[in-house]
């Protein structure tokens, strides 16, 4: 039988640099997200240092989402980073969801996960407690995944779990034409 997850992010503070929201999984809050702020779906620009992309690279539309959990990156100490990955993002690739602090250091247009945000005046927001987060949100989906050694194990959890995230929230000049 298909178990369906069902993950939300309702952006909630839309900075000229940021964008802040809440995260939860079955309707169980997680924490926070910490993602660029709306620029016409801007992707990440692999010809532009990270200082232009920080001024360019944009978060993706709200609206429904497939997700697809992945495994396939390995942390220094070896252990497995998990991260969500959107699939279907209109004009963008791997949007995911992982550890990371800050939208400089850590993001390429992807979504930051934190147990709360660091909001001092005058300076960028920054998430505290991501790998934590991350690992709570990956036990919300899934449960205990210490055991899931290969990807034979992998595929059989991942075979009858269907994943839809819904993005809630753009700020209010996203839809002007100009």
């Known amino acids: 039988t298909m178990r369906s997850v ?4 309702h952006r909630s503070e839309f900075g000229p640099t940021y964008v802040l929201g809440d995260l939860s999984v079955n309707g169980m809050r997680i924490g926070q997200t910490l993602e660029y702020p709306w620029r016409g779906n801007a992707k990440w620009n692999r010809e532009m240092n990270k200082g232009a992309n920080f001024r360019h690279t944009s978060c993706v539309r709200e609206g429904i989402y497939s997700a697809l959990l992945r495994g396939d990156h390995r942390s ?23 550890v990371g602090n800050t939208l400089i250091h850590d993001s390429e247009g ?12 005058g300076i960028e927001p920054r998430l505290a407690g991501s790998r934590n987060a991350v690992d709570h949100f990956v036990r919300a989906i899934f449960g205990d995944v210490s055991n899931v050694h290969n990807s034979s194990q992998w595929a059989s959890m991942m075979s009858d779990l269907s994943i839809t995230v819904r993005v809630i929230g753009m700020p209010p000049d996203a839809w002007t034409v100009s």
């Open 76 to 98: 220094s100490a070896g252990g497995v980073q998990w991260r969500l990955e959107l699939q279907n993002v209109a004009n963008r690739s791997a949007i995911e969801f992982h």
């Open 110 to 121: 992807c979504i930051l996960c934190g147990d709360t945000v660091i909001h001092p005046n």
């Open 6 to 9: 069902s993950v939300v992010v």
